[in-house]
């Protein structure tokens, strides 16, 4: 076993010291080599992840390939590789000769688990140590590391503790000291141990990890945070390291908690914590303190608070107050705190049991109330006392037939008649049933099959209730059985008569099945789901009546019994269908899934071996299927894929053929006349600064120098403001080119005109430009967007939370670019998150037309039907594609983003273009409120959000968005616009402080304003650009009509209310608010000034001054305003 | 005496072709810069005879002769038959795919032209009608083709579809996808102020076209010379005089006077002038397209006399065409007119009937006129 940890350079070296491990001398390296060319070795290389230099990297696979190349003799023994699967697609090395036999292993599957469990400690009390996990934990132990962490836990306290708050702590501190044999982190440890004022002991280096990963985790919205963003969050939380070392610190500490696998990292450079329960841990120490009120509100708690909950009542002193809250709104919540506490609390526990007997009286459909009864039976376990000595102690104060009868509903629930029989033969007088015991009676003879004992039983109790429905129902059950149908019918249909619940329109269903009845069979079934949606049976066998006819429309009924399946026997049969469906239909991936589940379900059962057996038939027809898929297929499918994959495949799409590769370069060539040659880095680290920038370039090869140009892959979607001003400074060596992962996975999302466009776009903004500040339409690029950081995360976090958000702001101010790159964000931090966005226009006259566009924009658009759509079948399409989208990623959202919505409802003069505007508004609530739609509207004004009515109709979306008003840039992020492209113009630029403020002060931060006075600021000067440069160039903008058309063009695009404001502030300069609104005017035109004021200064053409004085917040549009107030002499 | 066998190189009623094509280097250079890259909109803006057109077949023929830049130009007059936006659509999407086959020889296939086509109909966003027609060009050349639409005529659409049609543009503008010049009599960024009109956002390029210069129109006086008519001396300066440079007065004086006379001469421009003069006043007084009072009438029903005399029954038609009221019966007989003379060209028609039939067309165009 060689660890690849060790390799410095040399393969012999790290064989040596692996022959003789912890000899001084190791054997000589012509001995290895004799021993692997003998053929004699296995060699197992572990880790080849583990060697973190690209150089190294690159020189260890070389040396690998060469000694594996079939034609070497060292090829003759057995070569072993292992590594982690994504690291490996990331590096773009290939282990040539190894790759064709490439094995990935899955996690564990529950039987797995127990396999393990039983084989470390026998059948029997594995079995016990498995049941004793419990379903979460279970999840955890599919990782062996956690599994492994699990039995040593479990070695060293001899149980496996019952608070999984503990298990962690234990968890993550056998993960802090894991891998210290190898050294894995040791170069980081130094350069932390360099940073901080007290030596770093492995004390010290275990709190600093718990600080960083709590900061993490209280800040992390989602469960994936960028590394920049994650950097920081860990900095905010260090208390020990200097201010100015902290971020550095941060960035150790989470590569340090990476290479130790408590944190992960992918492709797009985003961390999370390797199981989301551990980040669920971290997070609740910043719940100490909240209100149980709060933390458990009456309308249930969101699911990915779930594990925080429970984790927060083993850390409370005094956890009763949490508990008993649950115990009002949630009693499986109840449970598992309960079960976690560090210390058993007898009173809480008996007030749960209580709950859950009263919970199982009352269930009359018998099965539906069978997870209730499970718990029942796991509280009584975990107070040492059997199910009928915790029953009689609640049901003391009953008689005797009192109690018999609700342990017999008990049993019933969980389908045991054996003991439902023995409760029943204690409970009667000789050979008597008592009538009181009549229908449980009834039901057990029923559960037994003695269906002319439940008939007769039946009969007896329905004399005396005769308007008893369930027992009709249920007496009919036992004359099916008995064949006799009419009965049957009659029973069936005076239980619908008597109460009309879904269980018994199902039952008639079935009856009519067995009449040859199907078509009448099928409508009960659906009258049944009208009822109750959440009916499984009723899924389940309208799926089994339409699966020949219509098999996808009965796989979506199978995916709804086995959502709903209300115990675990009852799910074991529909995931049996569904697998069975899934493989018939040729649905793979799903087919493993639900047969994983079942295994899942039962791990210790006889038939693990048989449906293994599948699963692997399963895999290998979806491995061919995979093989003959494209990268776009698989991306589409997956979501992403490695940057060098992709980076690749966008190259192929666009035009262009790798010609040649290095560790970090690519060479790639276009075939055309004449060719051309560009060499292309992939950049993978986190965040790309300048000094990484210049690193890159300095790693050209030397001969690829003379192409000229140079194009950069990067990883990230965070550019510094330094990153920019070197790229700006780069492009006197080489045109360098630049493109994010995100726009490439787009572009191949898209087509092969778009990769090459990208491509094309990317080299276009290469070198020096007469113009750099130019631009038109929606500012796409990466290296032209500038600042909005704040923007993006507060949209992102409040998307990620599931708020409806609006974007409202001023023309031009970059909503639309904005949009583009929150889509990206989204991608990053939210890939739960499906983006649609549509840009809305005066085409659209319909509410269909509306739709068709919506759908047309939406992924994989080309299976879904475009023409004739309803609202329904628009909700249908919409709502299928968001559960084929959950099933890959749970939680799915889709998100739309509405642009120029204004297109959608009338205008200020009350014409609308889109005539039933009202009710695609509607749809978009009602889809809104079942939980997995957001809609993002975005334009100029906040009416959707704020205008009550039109006309006759009410408004659905009033109040209903979270306005977010898009402001200007901040003064940093428009200087950072303002340096950035005034060195790459031709003549470069170099603002002085005093004219980066005095383009502040004119432009306010508006970027199309500031690009403007750029543009006339770079025609006239160069050099060092002063404040005097400035004032000129505002001076000739202003001169010239057609320069400064967007600004009259944005004050036109005011209301005639705004217009008049923005005149008279043009003129007479700031005003207190009173002013502005005439005193003399009738109400409504006072109220109308009122709210042009209030938009105007939400969309950011006022502000209210310290002072209180309205004021413009653009000197430029001020200007502007001015100018139109003197050439067309408009009154105020 | 041998007649020599020359053309006449004036013509008002059509765009200039290269040989005759004067002046306007400036705009030229400006627009094609505007129009180099994707995501730009440019306007032409001028009254009638200005030369609007001419200048966007001038753009168009420069854009051509550049190999550097992978346009796909497709220029579409605005005023034929564009009854609602799908229709439109459809008709610049048929341009780009006869453009790309005249330019490139590549004609789309039926299931590209479909597709296309259906779009149209769902009047989906520009920039998804015109990805298959680009895709298909890409897949076969490796170019990514910049889609450059030449819309001729805008004025002609009406307030509401050149709303209609401006925002469309603009989606695909703001998001590169194409690039365009508008063409047409209204200043389009003055254009009547609607929260969702967005043609002030649109057009980054606004160039409102002047009459030809002196020298110009020096300039276009010599090309008769080049074409073998003999020019006096002094009729530049006279043709700039009587016309202020208006390029379709120039060319027609210059059409008239080599119609009438074998030589250019200041002699002929002044005796045309009391002929012309009164025709050139009434057609460009009728230009305006706003709802005309008695007065207006009066002079627009004298000018659809004259040009029903003249045997311009299209012209006539466009005249009526302008105004809201006589739109769609104007269209329509401007359809039977033009299947009337493709009848006639290609045979199918005697050139009697054909005679007969635009008699008719005439009788139905001064019946509409009075009602």
Redesign the interface.
């Known amino acids: 076993m060689v660890l690849l940890g060790g390799y410095r350079g040399n393969f012999w070296e790290v064989l040596c010291q692996a022959l003789a491990p912890g000899r001084e001398s190791p054997p000589s390296q012509s001995l290895a080599r004799a021993l692997v060319e003998s053929g004699a070795l296995v060699l197992l290389l572990d880790g080849i992840n583990e060697v973190q230099d690209s150089d190294l990297q690159r020189r260890l696979v070389t040396e690998i390939n060469a000694l594996t190349a079939p034609a070497a003799p060292t090829a003759r023994s057995l070569w072993i590789v292992s590594g982690r699967v994504q690291d490996y697609e990331q590096s773009r090395l290939r282990l040539e000769y190894l790759e064709a036999r490439r094995w990935e292993l899955q996690p564990l599957t529950a039987d797995l688990i127990y396999q393990y469990l039983a084989s470390a400690f026998g059948d029997a009390q594995g079995l016990v140590l498995y049941r004793e996990l419990g379903q979460n934990l279970r999840e955890v132990c599919t990782r062996p590391l956690l599994l492994s962490m699990v039995f040593a836990v479990y070695q060293q306290t001899g149980r496996v503790s019952t608070g999984r708050g503990a298990l962690y702590r234990e968890f993550v501190g056998l993960l802090l000291r894991w891998g210290d044999e190898r050294a894995v982190d040791s170069e980081i440890r130094a350069q932390l141990a360099g940073l901080l004022p007290e030596p770093l002991t492995d004390e010290r280096y275990a709190a600093l990890a718990e600080q960083a990963l709590s900061a993490l985790a209280a800040a992390m919205v989602t469960t994936l945070s960028e590394w920049g963003t994650a950097m920081k969050y860990v900095a905010a939380g260090l208390t020990t390291a200097t201010a100015a070392s902290r971020e550095r610190v941060a960035n150790l500490l989470l590569e340090s908690l990476v290479r130790r696998s408590v944190l992960q990292r992918d492709t797009f450079h985003r961390v999370r914590f390797f199981h989301h329960t551990v980040q669920e841990y971290f997070q609740a120490r910043r719940l100490i303190g909240v209100p149980a009120s709060e933390l458990i509100p009456a309308g249930g708690i969101p699911a990915e608070r779930r594990e925080a909950i429970i984790f927060l009542a083993g850390l409370l002193p005094d956890p009763a107050p949490l508990v008993e809250r649950a115990l009002e709104f949630d009693l499986a919540l109840a449970f598992e705190m309960l079960h976690d506490l560090p210390r058993p609390v007898p009173q809480l526990s008996r007030r749960l049991a209580e709950l859950l007997w009263e919970r199982i009286r009352l269930g009359s459909v018998t099965g539906n109330q069978r997870r209730v009864a499970r718990l029942f039976q796991r509280v009584a376990a975990q107070r040492g006392q059997s199910v009928e000595e915790l029953a009689a102690e609640i049901d003391g104060a009953k008689s005797r037939t009192q109690q018999a009868q609700r342990l017999m509903v008990f049993y019933s629930e969980l389908g045991d008649t054996q003991s439902q029989q023995r409760v029943l033969r204690g409970a009667m007088q000789g050979q008597d049933v008592p009538d009181d015991l009549l229908f449980r009676a009834a039901s057990t003879a029923c559960s037994t099959g003695d269906d002319d004992q439940a008939i007769d039983l039946y009969t007896r109790y329905l004399k005396q209730h005769p308007t008893h429905a369930v027992a009709h129902n249920n007496r009919g059950f036992s004359y099916r059985r008995k064949r006799d149908v009419d009965a049957a019918l009659k029973d069936y249909q005076r239980a619908i008569e008597l109460d009309g619940r879904a269980p018994f329109y199902t039952n008639l269903a079935v009856l009519l099945d067995q009449m040859k009845r199907r078509p009448e069979a099928i409508q009960q079934l659906e009258i049944a789901l009208k009822k109750d949606p959440a009916s499984a049976s009723a899924h389940f066998f309208l799926a089994n009546y339409i699966e020949a006819d219509d098999p996808e429309r009965a796989l979506s009924h199978r995916d709804q019994a086995v959502r709903f399946a209300p115990h675990d026997e009852d799910l074991a049969i529909y995931l049996c269908e569904l697998a069975d469906l899934q493989e018939k239909l040729g649905r793979y991936a799903p087919a493993i899934r639900s047969l994983r589940e079942m295994i899942a379900l039962d791990p210790t059962n006889a038939q693990v071996a048989s449906r293994k057996g599948r699963i692997a038939t399963l895999r290998q027809r979806l491995d061919e299927e995979q093989r003959t898929r494209s990268t776009r297929e698989r991306l589409q499918e997956q979501g992403e894929l490695p940057v060098s994959v992709m980076a690749v495949e966008w190259l192929k799409a666009a035009?262009l053929k790798v010609v040649e590769s290095t560790a970090i370069w690519l060479l790639a060539s276009?075939?055309?006349q004449p060719p051309t040659l560009l060499p292309v880095s992939l950049a993978s680290e986190p965040l790309l600064t300048g000094a990484l920038l210049r690193e890159l370039i300095d790693s050209l090869p030397t001969a690829w120098r003379r192409y000229g140009e140079v194009l950069i892959v990067t990883g990230t979607d965070t550019l510094t403001t330094e990153a920019h001003h070197q790229l700006a400074a780069l492009q006197d060596e080489y045109k360098v080119a630049l493109v994010t992962a995100l726009d490439i996975r787009d572009a191949l999302l898209k087509?092969?005109?778009v990769c090459?466009?990208l491509l094309?776009?990317a080299r276009?903004h290469t070198g020096r430009k007469a113009d750099p500040f130019a631009h038109?339409?929606?500012v796409s690029e990466r290296t032209e967007f500038f600042g909005r950081t704040d923007d993006l995360r507060t949209l992102a976090d409040r998307l990620g939370q599931g708020q409806q958000v609006g974007l409202f702001g001023i023309?031009?101010i970059g909503k639309?670019s904005l949009l583009a790159h929150l889509g990206r964000r989204l991608h990053v931090g939210h890939p739960e998150i499906t983006v649609v966005q549509v840009?809305l226009?005066?085409?659209?006259?319909s509410a269909e037309?509306v739709y068709?566009?919506i759908i047309?924009q939406m992924p994989s658009a080309d299976d879904l039907p475009?023409?004739n759509l309803t609202a329904e079948t628009f909700r249908q399409t919409l709502t299928a594609f968001h559960r084929r989208r959950q099933q890959e990623r749970p939680g799915h959202r889709l998100l739309l983003i509405l642009d120029?919505y204004?297109?959608l409802i009338p205008?200020?003069?009350g014409q609308g273009?889109v005539q039933d505007f009202i009710s695609v508004l509607g749809l978009l609530k009602a889809l809104h409120q079942e939980g997995w739609l957001l809609v993002l509207p975005c334009g100029r004004t906040a009416a959707l959000n704020r205008q009550a009515v039109w006309g006759r109709d009410e408004n659905p979306f009033i109040n209903l968005l979270h306005p977010h008003f898009l402001g200007p840039m901040l003064r940093e992020e428009n200087d950072a616009l303002m340096q950035s492209l005034g060195r790459r113009a031709e003549r470069p630029l170099d603002f002085t402080p005093e004219a980066l403020a005095a383009v502040y002060a004119e432009t306010g931060g508006h970027p199309a304003f500031s690009r403007l006075l750029g543009s006339r600021i770079v025609s006239a000067a160069s050099g060092e650009i002063t404040a005097g440069h400035v004032t000129a160039a505002i001076e000739a903008l202003l001169s010239k009509k057609?320069d400064y058309?967007l600004l009259?063009?944005i004050y036109?695009?005011l209301?005639e209310e705004e217009q008049h404001l923005a005149r008279q502030l043009a003129q007479q300069g700031p005003l207190p608010r009173q002013q502005l609104i005439p005193a003399d005017a009738e109400i409504e035109r006072r109220k109308r000034v009122r709210d042009a004021i209030d938009n105007l200064i939400d969309i950011t053409v006022l502000v209210q001054q310290p002072d209180g004085m309205i004021a413009h917040r653009y000197g430029l549009l001020r200007r502007a305003v001015e100018r139109e107030i003197e050439e067309l002499g408009l009154e105020i | 005496m041998s007649a020599t066998l020359r053309t006449n190189p004036y013509h008002p009623t059509r765009p200039a072709s290269h040989e005759i094509f004067v002046g306007r280097e400036d705009d030229c250079r400006s627009l094609l810069a505007a129009l180099r890259?994707q995501?730009?909109a440019a306007s032409i803006a001028g009254p009638a005879g200005i030369g609007k057109t001419s200048l966007l077949n001038a753009v168009q023929r420069m854009l051509l002769a550049n190999p550097d830049l992978p346009a796909l130009i497709a220029y579409l007059d605005l005023q034929k038959g564009h009854a609602s936006?799908d229709l439109l659509?459809r008709h610049l999407a048929d341009a780009l795919m006869a453009a790309l086959q005249s330019q490139h020889g590549l004609r789309c296939p039926d299931a590209c032209i479909a597709q296309t086509h259906a779009l149209a109909t769902?009047?989906?966003?520009i920039g998804?009608i015109l990805?298959p027609i680009?895709?298909y060009a890409?897949?076969h050349t490796?170019v990514?083709y910049i889609p450059v639409l030449l819309l001729d005529n805008v004025h002609r659409l009406g307030v509401a579809a050149t709303?209609?049609l401006?925002?469309?543009l603009?989606?695909a503008?703001?998001?590169?996808q194409i690039t365009c010049a508008l063409a047409g009599r209204d200043e389009l960024?003055a254009g009547s102020?609607?929260?969702?009109s967005p043609f002030?956002?649109l057009?980054?390029y606004?160039l409102n076209l002047t009459p030809l210069s002196a020298a110009q129109t020096r300039e276009l006086v010599a090309k008769a010379n080049t074409c073998g008519w003999e020019v006096e001396e002094g009729c530049d300066t006279l043709a700039y005089q009587l016309t202020g440079g208006h390029p379709y007065k120039l060319h027609y004086y210059l059409a008239n006077v080599l119609t009438t006379s074998e030589r250019l001469s200041c002699e002929g421009l002044r005796r045309r002038q009391p002929e012309i003069e009164p025709y050139l006043a009434a057609l460009f007084r009728a230009e305006p397209t706003i709802a005309l009072g008695s007065s207006g009438y009066a002079e627009l029903s004298e000018l659809i006399r004259q040009l029903i005399r003249e045997n311009r029954l299209e012209d006539a038609l466009e005249h009526l065409r302008a105004e809201a009221r006589w739109r769609d019966q104007a269209t329509l007989l401007i359809l039977r007119l033009r299947r009337c003379l493709s009848d006639m060209n290609t045979g199918l028609v005697r050139r009697d009937e054909a005679s007969a039939e635009q008699t008719a067309i005439a009788a139905a165009i001064l019946q509409l006129l009075h009602g």
Request: glycine share 4%; no cysteine.
């Open positions: 035009g276009n075939e055309r087509s092969d005109i090459h466009q094309d776009q276009k038109q339409g929606v023309h031009k639309s840009e226009n005066a085409a659209l006259r037309d068709n566009l047309r475009t023409t120029e204004a297109y205008d200020h003069t273009r057609d058309a009259t063009a036109d695009k209301d | 890259s995501g730009h936006l659509l769902q009047r989906a966003q998804e990805a680009l895709e890409f897949a490796q990514a709303e209609d401006a925002s469309v603009q989606t503008v703001n998001q590169h960024v102020y609607s929260e969702t002030r956002m057009i980054s606004n």
